[in-house]
T-cell receptor, first 111, second 114 residues
Framework: DAKTTQPPSMDCAEGRAANLPCNHSTISGNEYVYWYRQIHSQGPQYIIHGLKNNETNEMASLIITEDRKSSTLILPHATLRDTAVYYCIVRGGFGNEKLTFGTGTRLTIIP | DARVTQTPRHKVTEMGQEVTMRCQPILGHNTVFWYRQTMMQGLELLAYFRNRAPLDDSGMPKDRFSAEMPDATLATLKIQPSEPRDSAVYFC????????????FGDGTRLSIL
C-alpha cells in the first residue's frame, strides 16, 4: 500500500472549517484513500473514502487532487468533539483489505 | 447503529497467564481484523479473516498468539503465556469484503500484563 504523509498536529478554532492535508504521491490507480479518526480511548472511526472524485457525507468532505497524489479532509464546522487523531490511509483492492495506519494528525479544536 | 463488541474492555493479569479476548463482529460482516495499539508502535495489524478463514497472520507472534473464528459471530485472540510486552489496546474490526468497504472498529480491550 502507498505510504502517506500527514502533519503531526494542527489546531482549528471551534466553528471554523478544519482542513487536514495528506500526501500520497506513490498511490496506484486502484487504491482508495480512506480517512479514519480516533478519539481518545475509543476505536478508530471511519469518516470517508474516495478513489478520484470528491466525496461528501454527513461527517466531512474529501477533496482529491486530479493527479491523486494528495487529498484534503474537510470538517466544515469543527466542534470540540472533533478533537482526535486523524489518519489518512491508502488501501489496496480485494484481497488486501488491511489498513496500514501511520502516525496521523492530532487535531485540536480550540474553544 | 450496529457495532463491533469486544470483551472484556479491560484486563489486568500476571505474566504467564492465558488471556482470551473476544470480538462479536457486526452481523453480516464477513471480514474480521485484529489490531494492536501501543505508544511505541502505533496501530498495527495482527491478523485477519475472511469468511472465518485466516488470510494473514504475519503480524502476530506465532509462538504465543493465536486467533480463531469458531463461528461467524465470534472471533477470539488468545495469548499464552502472556508477557509484559503484550500490554496494549487490542482492537477488533469487521467489514464486508470488497475494495471500497470500510472497516468498523470496536472500542478495544485494554490489556495490562504485570
Amino acid at each position: 500500500d502507498a505510504k502517506t504523509t500527514q502533519p503531526p498536529s494542527m489546531d482549528c478554532a471551534e466553528g471554523r472549517a478544519a482542513n487536514l492535508p495528506c500526501n500520497h504521491s506513490t498511490i496506484s490507480g486502484n487504491e482508495y484513500v480512506y480517512w479514519y479518526r480516533q478519539i481518545h480511548s475509543q476505536g478508530p472511526q471511519y469518516i470517508i473514502h474516495g478513489l478520484k472524485n470528491n466525496e461528501t457525507n454527513e461527517m466531512a468532505s474529501l477533496i482529491i487532487t486530479e493527479d491523486r497524489k494528495s487529498s484534503t479532509l474537510i470538517l466544515p464546522h469543527a466542534t470540540l468533539r472533533d478533537t482526535a487523531v486523524y489518519y489518512c490511509i491508502v488501501r489496496g483492492g480485494f484481497g488486501n483489505e488491511k489498513l496500514t495506519f501511520g502516525t496521523g494528525t492530532r487535531l485540536t479544536i480550540i474553544p | 447503529d450496529a457495532r463491533v463488541t469486544q470483551t472484556p474492555r479491560h484486563k489486568v493479569t500476571e505474566m504467564g497467564q492465558e488471556v482470551t479476548m473476544r470480538c462479536q463482529p457486526i452481523l453480516g460482516h464477513n471480514t474480521v481484523f485484529w489490531y494492536r495499539q501501543t505508544m511505541m508502535q502505533g496501530l498495527e495489524l495482527l491478523a485477519y479473516f475472511r469468511n472465518r478463514a485466516p488470510l494473514d497472520d504475519s503480524g502476530m507472534p506465532k509462538d504465543r498468539f493465536s486467533a480463531e473464528m469458531p463461528d461467524a459471530t465470534l472471533a477470539t485472540l488468545k495469548i499464552q503465556p502472556s508477557e509484559p510486552r503484550d500490554s496494549a489496546v487490542y482492537f477488533c474490526a469487521s467489514g464486508l469484503d470488497g475494495k471500497w468497504r470500510p472497516q468498523h472498529f470496536g472500542d478495544g480491550t485494554r490489556l495490562s500484563i504485570l
